[in-house]
Nanobody, 123 residues
Framework: QVQLVESGGGLVQAGGSLRLSCAASGRIFSTSNMGWFRQAPGKEREFVAASTGSSSDRYYADFVKGRFTISRDNAKNMVYLQMNSLKPEDTAVYYC????????????????WGQGTQVAVSS
């Protein structure tokens, strides 16, 4: 059984920072890809960032490069998303995802999702 629990969302002014956390349960975390996706009202869920399990390579959507950083602590089964220089367009529900995969440079969500944490950025 895999469970993902996000925390750390909230309301922040433009230019501010937030750090999202995702606590994962289940085995084989250290070799699993982990990712973050987000969904804004009226929009489809979109890829934000991923960390590969095998090599800990990191991948980012173009719109967050240089502002967001994904990291993980395999000993604690935790994955984080540090978000800096936040913009109003970053407002969305952010979801933690286990086993995202990439095809032709497009990232797709894996089977397991957290419940999401709301991030709201005011202008």
């Amino acid at each position: 059984q895999v469970q993902l629990v996000e925390s750390g969302g909230g309301l922040v002014q433009a230019g501010g920072s937030l750090r999202l956390s995702c606590a994962a349960s289940g085995r084989i975390f250290s070799t699993s890809n982990m990712g973050w996706f987000r969904q804004a009202p009226g929009k489809e869920r979109e890829f934000v960032a991923a960390s590969t399990g095998s090599s800990s390579d990191r991948y980012y959507a173009d719109f967050v490069k240089g502002r967001f950083t994904i990291s993980r602590d395999n000993a604690k089964n935790m994955v984080y998303l540090q978000m800096n220089s936040l913009k109003p367009e970053d407002t969305a529900v952010y979801y933690c995802n286990k086993d995202p995969s990439r095809t032709a440079s497009i990232w797709y969500g894996g089977r397991y999702w957290g419940q999401g944490t709301q991030v709201a950025v005011s202008s």
